[in-house]
């Protein structure tokens, strides 16, 4: 049971001699294996919480629970998988030798064999293969694969798919929700699209900028596994609108 | 590379090479090079008397730029590591790197002369002091050369500083140390060159010297060609140490979709 609680978080940069507040007052629970969907405009502290998930830098205020423990500790035992929005894989390394490199790090077994995983993320046959010889889909498919090496309780997604296309995209997507069901994971995914937000999701946490605040979290309720025609269906739409409210509020009615 | 692929690359510049050759020997029978350019055939006719001098004269020059430019490495390693370690202290460190670059050699091999006499510390310091800053800019190039993303990786990865200096830090610089290593060979040879010339008895300068004394012009161009060579199998020989170990092509390459 991995819950991610996150209350009465702020997060503050010095920038120069002044002060950049990224987040302020934010109360959030990711129930454990809960697929959350973050969206908001650019700047308001979307990357900045997932990366105070993962222990990369620590509240100025506020405190994080990941499971039982705090987010250090979750990170130095290896429960947290990352994937960034580039795929920041290591050029001299093969397909493999990437999927394989937080089990290195760690000192212990992959807890999910980097083969496998390979197959998983569909790149059967690319084992070999150096990044550089990858489109950049399949790169960021390889950044998934090693982001699950270790089975990760807690699965942090930066807009990984931000840099492909629509179609591209929307085929990871699907992927990606098959292997999220598989591995159990408690997800969190930042994303700039409503409707991958709606589709993915349980929950859609919207975020308004400057500072960075929650300003609705709306539950979707929508059947698993996830069809792409579910997209036509009236209830996605409205699910979209409500979403679509949130972040633009009054300004939906200021013409053009 | 295959054996196709380095004929393919080498063949052109050879022809050219042949081509100027042959055109200096018919340019030379001909009488319209002056009496100070021999014939390529002249130079090559002084070879078998002149080898063991060659050799001697060669072996003295390599092992001064060779330690010159082992001694600037590690001293381009050092003050590396301590500009980026301490905030701040890149620019002072880089001004100095810039300052040694831009002082003439030739203006200041009398003056240590002055300070540490004749000989081959002489050379070595020279020969160091000509190849230490493209070292340093390449060793500070290439320990800055992860990107901000991948050490967060690395970080939540709960990587160890040991781990991220050898999967990460070494790995990623090593496209800059080898452009610097390949830049500074060749100055390391230069700048042994220039300290011979301050009066040495064994080494390519003094040989130049010599040959130079006693007008003796073929040799003084078998010199010559033969730093070239050595600069020009100095270069190739890193940029073959690189093809091998630096054979990942570079970041970024990949187009998306
Ligand atoms: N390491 C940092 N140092 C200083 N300011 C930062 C840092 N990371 C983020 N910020 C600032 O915090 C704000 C939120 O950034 P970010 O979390 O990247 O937004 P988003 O991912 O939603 O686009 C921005 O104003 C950004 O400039
Ligand atoms: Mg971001």
Known sequence: MTEIAISGVSKSFSLGKGEIQALADIEITFPSGSFTALIGPSGCGKSTLLRLIADVFPPTTGSIRVGDHGPDAARLSHEIGFVFQDPTLLPWRNVVENVRLPAEVAKIAPRRDPAALTTLVGLAGFEEARPSQLSGGMQQRVAIARALALDPKVLLMDEPFGALDEITRQRMNMELLRIWKESGATAVLVTHSISEAVFMADTVVVLSANPGRVSEVISVDLPRPRRLDLMRDARFNSYENKVREALFGDDMKVPA | ?257
């Open chain 2, 1 to 257: 590379m295959t054996p196709a692929g380095t004929l393919r690359s080498i063949a052109p510049p050879a022809a050219v090479m042949v081509a100027l050759l042959a055109l200096m020997e018919i340019a030379k029978a001909a009488g319209w090079l002056p009496i100070t350019v021999p014939a390529p055939s002249q130079v090559v006719a002084v070879i078998p008397a002149q080898w063991d001098n060659l050799v001697y004269h060669a072996g003295g020059t390599l092992r001064s730029a060779l330690l010159g430019y082992f001694a600037a490495a590690c001293a381009a390693l050092a003050l590396a590591s301590l500009a980026l370690s301490r905030e701040g202290a890149e620019r002072p460190i880089l001004s100095l790197g810039v300052l040694i670059d831009c002082v003439p050699l030739i203006a200041l091999a009398p003056i240590f002369v002055i300070w540490i006499g004749q000989g081959s510390a002489l050379y070595i310091t020279i020969a160091g002091i000509s190849s230490f800053f493209p070292l340093l800019l390449g060793t500070v190039q290439g320990f800055k050369a992860t990107d901000r993303s991948t050490r967060e990786l690395f970080h939540v990865m709960a990587a160890n500083r040991w781990q991220r200096l050898r999967l990460l830090a070494v790995p990623s610089s090593l496209p800059y140390l080898f452009a610097a290593m390949k830049v500074a060979a060749p100055l390391a040879l230069l700048g042994t060159l220039i300290a011979e010339w301050m009066g040495a008895e064994r080494g390519l300068g003094a040989m130049i010297l010599y040959a130079l004394f006693s007008f003796n012009v073929p040799v003084v161009w078998l010199t010559i060609v033969t730093i070239c060579g050595l600069s020009a199998g100095a270069y190739g020989l890193i940029a073959l140490l690189e093809a091998r170990i630096v054979n990942w092509g570079p970041k970024g390459v990949s187009g998306h979709g």
